[in-house]
């Protein structure tokens, strides 16, 4: 019931508080814009304007912070080279002092080699002239007992 009662009192059909209610809302949106919106534009812009500041200077700062850490990767890399450098030139020289050790060692050797064969051989050559000498007189000995006898 309530219901139709209720449909019954709605109007289709616009009649003159039409205009008035559009005047209304009219009038509402120009004193909100003059006391609501146009102040919180004006604090928006604000805030954008200052942010806009900020972000050149953040920029800015970020540009410096990129090409210092740009600067300092090609200083690490140039260090890295020469650590390399530095190093392989030492390896290059220990691997040289050790061919020449190497070298040295097997020149020693060979020396050492060489000479012992030499006192060798001397001694071989003393100890046929000495069994020769000793073959010689033993057979003096021998061939003078069997003359003997």
Known sequence: MYLLAFAESIQLFPDGTLFIHIALILLMIWVLNRTFFRPINRVIESREKNAGGKSGEAE?????????????????????????????????????????????????TSQTLASEKQELQDRAREARATIA?????????????????
């Open 60 to 108: 800015t700062i970020l540009k410096d912070v990129t090409e210092k850490q740009r600067v300092y990767n090609q200083s690490v890399l140039e260090a890295r080279s020469e650590g390399y450098e530095l190093i392989e030139r030492q390896r290059a020289e220990a691997v040289e002092l050790r061919s020449r050790e190497i070298a040295k060692a097997k020149e020693e």
């Open 133 to 149: 000498r000793e073959a010689d007189e033993m057979a003096e000995k021998i061939t003078a007992n069997i003359l003997r006898v």
